[in-house]
């Protein structure tokens, strides 16, 4: 670890605490945050979770080896982030377990799996992701280089361990809330273009 943090940091009130930036939601003090990380970068443990199967998917994930933004063509972590300088998990909370209640109301004949999938809450948890990225940048100098990493397990970081350094523990596989971590941070070569 070893890094301390500063009160330049976006989003560090005068005690150098990190601060979230709220809205309206059925999880207000959660929904829209952002906190100074160590990323734990363990691409070989990591990446390969992509090939897990999982319900449907026997192969694991379909955008896997397809997307630039997947592996294995997705860059290392420390090949895009300095990390030797401050890195930021931009995240939000979707509240999973309530998103299912609605939806059970909704369609009371559908199964466990229709009531969690994805398709149908995922598109609003992103949006809500970049509205917290879109926050966090308002909070940065005009100046300062930043990089913003959407997927940051495709490059290889253990998103779960980096988190629960700081007190957030993940739910797998997700009940009642679900994260969506974004890294944040100066560009490798720091001041260049981004």
């Given at each position: ?9 976006p ?23 952002w906190?100074?990380?160590?990323p ?18 026997p192969?694991g ?11 294995p ?5 420390g ?14 909370v ?26 149908y ?11 917290s990225?879109?926050?966090f940048?308002?909070?940065?100098p005009?100046a300062?280089p ?17 988190m ?5 523990e ?15 941070g ?6 260049g273009?981004?």
């Amino acid at each position: 670890m070893g890094r301390e943090s500063s009160n330049d940091d976006p989003g560090a009130g005068d005690d150098g605490k990190d601060r979230a930036v709220t809205t309206a939601s059925p999880l207000p003090s959660l929904t829209r945050s952002w906190c100074r990380v160590w990323p734990v970068c363990e691409p070989e443990r990591i990446r390969p979770l992509c090939r897990r199967p999982y319900l449907q998917h026997p192969k694991g994930c379909p955008n896997f080896g397809q997307r630039d933004i997947c592996p294995p063509q997705a860059p290392l972590l420390g090949d895009v982030l300095d990390l030797d300088s401050s890195v930021w998990a931009v995240y939000n909370v979707f509240p999973l377990a309530e998103h299912v209640c609605r939806m059970r109301l909704k369609h009371p004949d559908w199964s466990r799996a229709q009531l969690y999938c994805c398709l149908y809450w995922q598109g609003t948890a992103r949006k809500q992701l970049r509205a917290s990225i879109e926050a966090f940048l308002l909070q940065l100098p005009c100046a300062t280089p930043k990089h913003i990493v959407m997927c940051p397990e495709a490059c290889g970081c253990n998103v779960t361990e980096t988190m629960k350094r700081v007190g957030i523990e993940l739910e797998w596989p997700p009940k009642q809330i679900v994260y969506q971590i974004a890294l944040a941070g100066l560009p490798v070569g720091g001041r260049g273009k981004q």
